[in-house]
């Protein structure tokens, strides 16, 4: 019987199955930060019960960091000691590996998996975070989970899951230059909707897919849950297997050519059926913006922001007229024409060593105009920072007038200082611009990194295509 | 997990399509390491003219008389009416113990995200799809009838209005008995440990670099 890599990956891990489709799933890699784990531990020592497997635990601090200053600790004293909380969980339990504050390796935990070989191809991994869905780039079945979830697989190795439905979502042909996995997945958030990928499992495949870096599919297969979907992954290949090739934790020796071979098969069989198969043209996909409080409240660059009169559903227009007037918009503006306050490049979604690098083009030898109050570059990880120092890039950055700080979160969600003030414009490289995300009564565009920079540059949204 | 089996309850209508994690539990309240006490805070930038912090006193801050759940009207409320895409955004748990804080042990939309969806059924709180239509009516009929109340019934998987109109919706059999029963899921889980210790072996035999 013909199969679909989601097929595939479930069948390898199902454990036991209850009449009613409900399975247990045995999790290879269960990735764990400060914010959804305490209460999970706490239970797990009321009811007197150990984990099963620490040594499938990797562990980092990321949401509450503080991105400068480190000389001063965490000043935030709630903040503090949610991240003492889980130092002491970890010391008290055991990981495979631990990246604390201040760690070399510390970041992002989404960063920090797969640069130290941690997640793997064709592996489950589970983390209390929604963008646990990047994972799907290697070919694993990654799901978001709730705390109470990540309770239930530290006492027992398992996630209780119902099988999804599959989709197919095909990118064939060549993408433009400027245009990068983040305008392919607000382009394809833009089309199904934040609700298009419910109950589905989202496999993205076709030429332009193939023919991303491992970085890029990390930054589509983040988003997928934004256009709703638990889990998005992607078949490995070559590109997979070189990029997890000599990482700290991958194997070697006769450990990896075994492993490569079981990797190979981590496709969907030719002519295996999906629920639900979804066409983009590569070619039609221009650098997006989003408008609105949602991330399908998306346009491309050279388009105007939406007119909720053209809207005939009554519930989405509604939905529309209270987005603009949240980000104080007129409808018709031309995106080009909405000047921004602040500028972020980090996050899951976009801090990794290609995202500083394309930013960094746009950048050197400019200035980040006049009206820009703030313009922060926060590297994805220590090693990510790292590199780019080694390549210069701070000082690129640092010259052209933006900030340069430590790793983590940050302003993606605004758990630490950084954060918008009411009614300030940011173009932000994260994955959410829901009312307050990046601080209360704040206004997010989500677009690339590219884009971010180009209108850290203009002081206005602006087309990359038209600076490269 | 408190079981949950039949509740008649005050209904509360959230007109809104996309409600996020965000705004069910802004991000401050996530620094927290307890499960308790994040109903104060629920809503919080709809529900408050000022910026919350975490562990300050809500009582004394001033509300937002335009937002729904600040009306005398829907005081007590435990049925939380909303629409499309309820819950979407992050994984965070602190929304459903939000919920659950405040008072409500249902929700009925016309869809859920899926981590939300499996959040509640973690914590007691009943998710309930109904199609647009009944919603529709739902909506309409609370809005003109003070004191609006419902009857949900997981046993018979219906929830049924003050007219004695019942509208029936499905429920995965397996967590409808956890509910029922108030049912660990660990718990639950752990009986399987045998299998789950013989997968392991295999695992480890079979594919050995995931045990490094």
Known sequence: ?468 | MDKFVRLEGLVAPLDRANVDTDAIIPKQFLKSIKRSGFGPNLFDEWRYMDVGQPGQDCSQRPKNPNFVLNAARYQGAQILLTRQNFGCGSSREHAPWALLDYGFRVVIAESFADIFFNNCFKNGILPIVLPAAELDALFAQVEATHGYRLTVDLAQQVVVRPDGKALPFVVDAFRKECLLNGWDDIGLTLRHADKIKAFEEKRRVEQPWLFA
């Open chain 1, 1 to 468: 019987m013909l199969q679909t890599l989601y097929d595939k990956l479930w069948q390898n891990h199902v454990v036991h199955e209850e009449a009613d489709g409900t399975a247990l799933l045995y999790i290879d890699r269960h990735l764990v930060h400060e914010v959804t784990s305490p209460q999970a531990f706490e239970g797990l020592k009321l009811a007197g019960r150990k984990p099963w497997r620490v040594s499938s635990v990797v562990a980092t601090a990321d949401h509450n960091t503080p991105t400068d200053h480190w000389e001063r600790g965490i000043e935030d004293p709630v903040s503090r000691q949610q991240v003492e909380t889980l130092d002491a969980n970890i010391r008290a339990v055991g990981a495979l590996a631990y990246f604390p504050f201040k760690d070399p390796r510390q970041g992002i935990v989404h960063v920090v998996g797969p640069e130290n070989g941690a997640t793997l191809p064709g592996m489950t991994v589970v983390c209390g975070d929604s963008h646990t869905s990047t994972h799907g780039a290697f070919g694993c079945m990654a799901h978001g989970i709730g705390t109470s979830e990540v309770e239930h697989v530290l006492a027992t190795q398992c996630l209780l899951q119902k099988k999804s439905k599959t989709m197919l979502l095909r990118v064939e042909g060549r993408l433009g230059k400027g245009v990068t996995a983040k305008d392919i997945a607000l382009a394809i958030i833009g089309r199904i909707g934040t609700a298009g990928g419910t109950g589905y499992a989202i496999e993205f495949a076709g030429s332009a897919i193939r023919g991303l870096s491992m970085e890029g599919r990390m930054t589509l297969c983040n988003m997928a849950i934004e256009a709703g979907a638990r889990l998005g992954f992607i078949a490995v290949d070559d590109t997979t297997i070189d990029y997890v090739k000599g990482r700290p934790f991958a194997p070697t020796g006769a450990a990896w050519d075994a492993a490569v071979a079981y990797w190979r098969t981590l496709h969907s069989d030719e002519g295996a059926q999906f629920d639900a198969v979804v066409d983009v043209r590569a070619e039609d996909i221009k650098p997006q913006v989003t408008w609105g409080t949602s991330p399908e409240m998306v346009v491309a660059v050279d388009a105007t922001v939406p007119d909720p009169a053209r809207e005939t559903d009554p519930v989405k227009r509604e939905g529309m007229e209270r987005a603009l007037q949240y980000m104080g918009l007129a409808p018709n503006t031309p995106i080009k024409d909405i000047k921004v306050d602040k500028i972020f490049i980090g996050s899951c979604t976009n801090s990794r060593i290609e995202d500083l690098r394309a930013a960094a083009a746009v950048v050197k030898g400019r200035r980040v105009a006049g009206n820009v109050k703030l313009a922060l570059v926060v590297p994805g990880s220590g090693l990510v920072k790292q590199q780019a120092e080694r390549e210069g890039l701070d000082k690129v950055f640092l010259a052209a007038g933006f900030e340069w700080r430590e790793p983590g979160c940050s302003m993606c969600l605004a758990m630490n200082a950084d954060r918008l003030e009411p009614g300030e414009r940011c173009a932000s490289t994260s994955n959410r611009n829901f009312e307050g995300r990046q601080g209360a009564g704040g206004r997010t565009h989500l677009l690339s990194p590219e884009m971010a920079a180009a209108a850290a540059i203009a002081g206005h949204f602006a087309d990359v295509r038209e600076i490269l």
